[in-house]
């Protein structure tokens, strides 16, 4: 089902998951990754653990929402 595919794939939570990556997108372009990583380190550092793995989601999820090929099943 995913032979050509060689990305993680990312569990969506929730709708702010999902928000907060167009976010970046519409604000970053090809750079939203590089941002919400540096989100990422920044809780890390303040020692927000929620905030950083919701922050690594998001920079995961930003890659296949700018693709152009569809991952997963279609509904």
């Known amino acids: 089902m995913f032979d050509d595919f060689d990305g993680p794939l990312v569990h969506v939570a929730d709708r702010d998951t999902y928000d907060g990556a167009t976010d970046l997108i519409a604000s970053f372009g090809s750079a939203a990754d590089i941002e919400a ?24 999820l930003i890659p296949l929402l700018m693709g152009e090929e569809v991952i997963g099943t279609l509904h």
């Open 37 to 60: 990583a540096a989100r990422a380190d920044a809780c890390r550092e303040m020692g927000n653990v929620l905030q950083f793995a919701r922050w690594r989601q998001i920079e995961r």
